[in-house]
Nanobody
Framework: EVQLVESGGGLVQAGGSLRLSCVASGSPYSYLHIGWFRQAPGKGREGIACINDEDGRIVYAESMKGRVTISKDNFKGSVSLQMDHLEPSDTAVYYC?????????????????????????WGRGTQVTVSS
């Protein structure tokens, strides 16, 4: 069973930066692709970015494009999300998700998922609060 744990959230002033980390364990797959999402109070879940565990391909959603960088550290077995120029509207719970198949993860990230496909695993989330 895949388990994901996020860390790195916290309180930051507008214009500041945070670096989130996602560590996965227990994956039965040869490759576990990781995506980052967020959910603000009263809003639906929104994709941010994902990275292919096999070849490093990256997809960024429009939500935070240009202000975030996703990367993976094969030695640590983690995927990071560097977030810069944060705004109060970025306040949300940020989640990482793991999926053995690349295409469904991309569809979830870019908002084109319409088949009801459920991703393999989700972390519990980490709170990011941006003050004005």
């Amino acid at each position: 069973e895949v388990q994901l744990v996020e860390s790195g959230g916290g309180l930051v002033q507008a214009g500041g930066s945070l670096r989130l980390s996602c560590v996965a364990s227990g994956s039965p797959y040869s490759y576990l692709h990781i995506g980052w999402f967020r959910q603000a109070p009263g809003k639906g879940r929104e994709g941010i970015a994902c990275i292919n565990d096999e070849d490093g391909r990256i997809v960024y959603a429009e939500s935070m494009k240009g202000r975030v960088t996703i990367s993976k550290d094969n030695f640590k077995g983690s995927v990071s999300l560097q977030m810069d120029h944060l705004e109060p509207s970025d306040t949300a719970v940020y989640y990482c998700a793991g999926e053995g198949a690349w295409a469904p993860l991309v569809h979830h990230i870019d908002g084109t998922e319409a088949s009801g496909y459920q991703l393999d695993a989700w972390g519990r989330g980490t709170q990011v609060t941006v003050s004005s």
